[in-house]
């Protein structure tokens, strides 16, 4: 199993960007994808997941509102639209089906 994030970069507060995990070596219509991301000197967090039946969506409050998660089956990837970007916001985003991880994206917000 391989997730690929990728989409990082360096964006002024108030901006946006798009992550995408590239997600192979299993049934991707059938797993949740989740997005994690770690600031430095914080814990890891859950920020956003959207699950496999209905494609329901979960957000953190820190995202909630600014961040969207969606899946694209055909392509097996899953993207998270960040708008509104918050120096806050900066951090290392990772994706996560099962207990597999990504190898992580810096995401940079300037203030």
């Known amino acids: 199993v391989q997730l690929q994030a990728s989409g990082g970069g360096l964006v002024q507060a108030g901006g946006s960007l798009r992550l995408s995990c590239a997600v192979s070596?299993?049934?991707?219509?059938?797993?949740?994808i989740a997005w994690f991301r770690q600031a430095p000197g914080k814990e890891r967090e859950g920020i956003a997941c959207i699950v496999s039946d209905n494609d329901d969506t979960v957000y953190s409050d820190s995202v909630k509102g600014r961040f969207t998660i969606s899946r694209d089956n055909a392509k097996n990837t899953v993207d998270l639209q960040m708008n509104s970007l918050k120096p806050d916001d900066t951090a290392v985003y990772y994706c996560?089906?099962?207990?597999?991880w990504g190898q992580g994206t810096l995401v940079t917000v300037s203030s």
């Open positions: 070596g299993l049934t991707f219509g059938n797993s949740a």
């Open positions: 996560k089906a099962y207990d597999y």
